[in-house]
């Protein structure tokens, strides 16, 4: 299965981080996957107030994200005093980020499937003129 995160990609990232801060990258991979996972239970019971705040959410994990590595990448790091990783917080990392993935994949297409839709209502409203045909007012009855 080949997701936007290679294996290599996420190992390149996570190497740069402290311990610590491989912790708050696996928070903030997991609260970024929470708050998609409450944008789709918004979209589907129309709560448009919990998706604006989901929405914000997500970009607060996102700039996390893209942050993090970057703060660490800056920080000059004792090699000797500090260690890397380890083994199994990487491995979660990962399982992580390949579960964000694919959770990701399908947010996009209920985003998609929901703009199809408000697309066609929008077509639909636009086309209507707002008269309609006038009943029939005689009725017809038929004895036997």
């Known amino acids: 299965m080949q997701t936007a995160l290679t294996q290599s990609q996420i190992q390149s990232v996570v190497t740069t981080l402290s311990p610590l801060e491989a912790q708050e990258y696996l928070e903030s991979i997991q609260a970024l996957t929470h708050e998609l996972d409450r944008a789709m239970e918004a ?3 129309r709560e448009l107030p919990a998706f604006e705040q989901s929405v914000s959410r997500q970009m607060s994990a996102c700039v996390k994200l893209a942050e993090l590595p970057k703060r660490s990448a800056r920080r000059v790091r004792d090699v000797s005093s500090e260690a890397a ?6 491995g979660r990392i990962a399982a992580a980020s390949v579960a964000l993935v694919a959770l990701n994949k399908r947010y996009s297409a209920l985003l ?17 003129t707002g008269t309609t045909q006038p009943g029939m007012l005689s009725t017809w009855s038929c004895e036997l």
């Open 43 to 45: 979209i589907v019971s």
């Open 85 to 90: 990783p380890d083994a199994e917080l990487t």
């Open 112 to 128: 998609k499937h929901s703009g199809d839709t408000l697309r066609m209502f929008a077509g639909l409203f636009r086309s209507y």
